[in-house]
């Protein structure tokens, strides 16, 4: 704990405002807010920036990319839902809307699963054997599996697959390791907070899943 006190008197402002902006971000977005993605931006952009300049998480760095430019899609996909966008529906538009479940989250099939799984594997290892021939990269293979199956996660997470949020508590298990590896103590006690946030997130839609089915039934 000591160590980690001393670490973080001595973290940059950079690397602060990437924590901070990250947090602000999981808040915002479990508070269902738009602004949420402008935050991610940031935080992207300067965790980014550290993975690459300091840390030599090189396929981290190409994943912070990602994510930016999934805030941007997030934020053209959470302003269509917006109050705004919702007045300029039809009244047919929201009594059809009524009838329907409270949400469409589903369950990862099996063969969804063995995809995500061998792509994330077989693409993280290629990522890898790429980064780490051209690249002075630090824990390379773990690096490489966790951007793929983050990226893998992300777009789980869109499609609404009710277990995307367990592949983040193993992702982001494995990032706090990855980042205590390569003293980034301040991005490992984030993870561990990430991991709280997936369980959390988890947890809540199985809730929302077992609501739909409860109106499924009734109807």
Same mark, same amino acid.
């Given at each position: 704990?000591?160590?980690l006190?001393?670490?973080?008197?001595?973290?940059?402002?950079?690397?602060?405002?990437?924590?901070?902006?990250?947090?602000?971000?999981?808040y915002?977005?479990?508070?269902?807010?738009n602004?949420?993605?402008l !935050?991610?931006?940031?935080?992207?952009?300067?965790?980014?920036?550290?993975?690459l300049?300091? #840390?030599?998480?090189?396929?981290?760095?190409?994943?912070?990319? !990602? #994510?930016?430019?999934?805030?941007?899609?997030?934020?053209?996909?959470?302003?269509?839902?917006?109050?705004?966008?919702?007045a300029?529906?039809t009244l047919d538009d929201?009594a059809?809307?009524?009838?329907?479940?409270?949400?469409?989250i589903?369950?990862?099939?099996?063969?969804e699963?063995?995809? %995500?799984?061998?792509?994330?594997i077989?693409?993280?290892?290629?990522?890898?054997?790429?980064v780490g021939?051209y690249?002075?990269?630090?824990? %390379?293979?773990?690096?490489?599996?966790?951007?793929v199956?983050?990226?893998?996660?992300?777009?789980?997470?869109?499609?609404?697959?009710?277990?995307?949020?367990?592949?983040?508590?193993?992702?982001?298990?494995?990032?706090? !390791?990855?980042?205590?590896?390569?003293?980034?103590?301040? !991005?490992?006690?984030?993870?561990?907070?990430?991991?709280?946030?997936?369980?959390?997130?988890?947890?809540?839609?199985?809730g929302?899943?077992?609501?739909?089915?409860?109106?499924e039934?009734?109807?």
């Amino acid at each position: 704990m000591e160590e980690l006190f001393t670490q973080a008197a001595n973290i940059g402002a950079v690397e602060w405002l990437a924590t901070l902006t990250a947090l602000v971000y999981v808040y915002l977005a479990a508070r269902d807010n738009n602004w949420c993605w402008l !935050f991610a931006a940031v935080s992207a952009t300067l965790w980014a920036h550290q993975s690459l300049v300091v #840390y030599r998480l090189v396929s981290d760095a190409l994943l912070q990319v !990602f #994510y930016l430019v999934m805030a941007g899609v997030g934020i053209y996909r959470w302003r269509r839902g917006s109050p705004e966008a919702a007045a300029e529906s039809t009244l047919d538009d929201l009594a059809i809307a009524n009838t329907q479940p409270d949400s469409d989250i589903v369950r990862m099939t099996g063969r969804e699963h063995l995809l %995500t799984i061998g792509i994330g594997i077989l693409g993280g290892i290629l990522l890898g054997a790429v980064v780490g021939s051209y690249t002075n990269a630090t824990s %390379t293979y773990a690096d490489a599996i966790t951007t793929v199956l983050s990226v893998m996660a992300t777009f789980l997470l869109i499609a609404r697959r009710l277990e995307n949020w367990l592949y983040w508590v193993v992702i982001d298990t494995a990032y706090v !390791f990855i980042y205590l590896r390569s003293g980034a103590l301040l !991005f490992a006690l984030l993870m561990v907070i990430y991991v709280v946030m997936a369980v959390y997130g988890y947890r809540n839609w199985r809730g929302l899943l077992a609501v739909d089915r409860g109106h499924e039934a009734a109807a």
